[in-house]
């Protein structure tokens, strides 16, 4: 059984928990070591629980604190690799970790080759996908009608061409390389979902940009739109200060 708890999730830093009954991983580390400890003593967990570090990409709100962590612990792309030393992974590419497998999924983001996670275990899946301006075809076969998602709903549309952001900010966000809108996240998992599906938690939502409010609104009118009952899912937002669980 597959357990998740979103320690944080915005651009002032990223961590996610996830294991099972014998193991357990990190997906980011952009907190401080002293935020991370904190926040696993809350879930009678320590540091030295974690078996594996996955990362996504190079940005600072995803790496702020991998030198805490061994390098033999550490796993990620290449162009990450490189810069922080570890174990490489490949897109698509299976691999075991304990008792859960691994699968790094292609994300598109303004970092270099950037991904994010399909995770197993013997009874269920779960999707961990943050920091895509859009998700590539091969991910989406990849990630259709799972247990669980982790999925990214950045910033609301009006919201980002509204605010004082300079306009070259407002376009990079708004790319193919930038983050996913409340309306491009519902949309593909108004296609993805399927009769597996439990769970779905937004993440990485915009605090300047975005609301809770607005994310599950846009949800629900989308949802409706392609003849889904928003009710029949457990929804929430994830947020960058309190431990969301899944």
Known sequence: MINAFILASGSKGNATLVFNEDTTILIDLGISKKELCFKLSELNKKLADINYFFFTHSHSDHIKSYEVVPIEKRFALRNVVEL????????????NFGSLVV?????SHDAGPTCGYLIKDKDEELVYLTDTGMIPKRTLSFIENKDFYIIESNYDFDMLFNSSRPEFLKARIDSTKGHLSNEDSAFYMANLIGDKTKKIVLAHLSEECNTPEKALETYDDVFL????IIDQFDIKCANQWETVQL
């Open 84 to 95: 922080m030393k570890g174990h490489e992974l490949k897109y698509f590419n299976e691999y």
């Open 103 to 107: 699968i790094p999924i292609k994300a």
């Open 225 to 228: 739109k392609n003849g889904l």
